[in-house]
């Protein structure tokens, strides 16, 4: 069964009501503080320190992190808690009671020295606000300039935790103990990076159901192949791309299409590819013999279109061909499956809304040409998705994946992709996906599930220096071993 609480990615808010439910449902604010505490004593303990320093904000997130302090000096570690900022949250108050109760000693707003090896992070959680203040930067820094092993608690201080963007300054964590569920922060750069190693704690929450989820093997659907079959069963994919300029990056989409299981791929280019049929000459190849796609060359292709489950547009195509794309769009966008990649997206410039059988495939600098507020910010795609009434595949070195309404997020990218013709191969591989019957969301969750894998594997053995995304096109078998 997929566990909840390690796939679900949670926004600030959403954490924020987990915590009232749970409380509104019994179980007491203490309690659950009690448990992060041990479980971020635990882990501390883990690291054998001689001197341990907790540096406490006043908020709740402060007040685990005396809870924590006061744990490991019961069992013996030499603690010291170091306490910041003024506005006390009754959690924290009532932790710093229990622990000056318990003898553990305490300053307040001071200087630390350098003389401890490992320092709790218990500044500030999800409830940070903005800016990090200047008189918590400087504390920022002394941690990060300190040669101790740092744990931040839930997430790391000054990282927001709804975008993963550093705000003003960031405690650079070896781990980060997270409560419940990830949150959005922790899994986007920079704020990936800021987290170090991540743990869930689970702690006694109620069962909380996210839109938005890390992709894990156990949600990937491979589409069945029946033994009494035929490739009519497996999908119709018809691939318009390339350029006189760009022939190769067509024949990659097309390996894709065909290497994912796809039964039939057409491959239809302006310039010659025709190199396709030496890598694989079961796709069905021809060109218009001219430099780009124009609106009149519709009608030549009106019967593979017809034929076509699926379309893939985009790979190698320059703006000159955008004309003929809008057109297609109008002809067959709420009819076929059309799948807009590279320069094809910025079609959709033409278009107030779209249908959710068309999918666009950018990476950052393609998105942000249709979509100029974009940041770094799921909220303002997943509004872009809806408002558009399309479905997003956003490439990045966290790969995201958006219906509007839910939100999936692959997080098995690595350099070895960081490649020219990595998406031009994905955009075939998805599509392919959908020639066999995949949704949409599936395909993308399945397909980048599939290629980043394989990728990652062949790295293990091949370094990512070494990989090209050709080579993960002839071991893409790899990826289907889940
Ligand atoms: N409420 C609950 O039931 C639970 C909360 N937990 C912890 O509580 C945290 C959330 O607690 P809170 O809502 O009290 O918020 P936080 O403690 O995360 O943040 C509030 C504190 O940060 C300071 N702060 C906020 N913005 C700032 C800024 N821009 N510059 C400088 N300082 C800033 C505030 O002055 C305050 O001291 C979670 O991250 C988690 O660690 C856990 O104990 C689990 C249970
Ligand atoms: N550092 C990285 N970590 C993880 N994935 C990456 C990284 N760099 C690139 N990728 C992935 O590689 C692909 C690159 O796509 P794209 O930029 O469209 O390439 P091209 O247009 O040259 O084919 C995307 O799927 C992206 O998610
Ligand atoms: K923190």
Redesign the pocket.
Known sequence: MENIFETNVLDSNEA?VM?KL??ESGIM?ET??EQ?AFAIADVASSFSPKKILCVA????????CIAAGRILHNKGYNVEIYIY???Q?N?FKKQLLIAENYGLKIKYNKDFSDEYDLIID????????????SS?KTVIEKINSSNAKVIS???PSGISSDTGEV?GDAVHADITIT?GNLKIGQILYPGREFSGKLKIAE?SFKKFISNRKIITPDIIKVPNRKKDSHKYDYGNVLILAGSSKYPGAPILTALGAQRIGAGLVTLITPGDSSKILSFEPSIIYSSLNKNNFEKNDLKKLNDEIERANVIILGPGMTEDSIEFVVELIKKQGRTKNIVLDAESIQAIKEFESLSENILITPHVGEMKKIFKNLKNNIFELERFSKQKKCIIMLKSSITTITDGEKTFFNLLGSSSLSKGGSGDLLSGIVGGLIAQGLDTINACITGSYIMYKTAKELSNEYTEYFITPKLISENLYIGFKL
Do not use: Q
């Open positions: 924020k915590d749970t409380i604010e659950l503080m992060a904000g006043t908020g709740n997130n402060g007040g685990d900022g003024k506005n949250s959690g218990g500044l500030i959680g999800i409830g940070l606000n903005g800016e990090v203040r918590i608690e839930d997430i705000m409560f702690l």
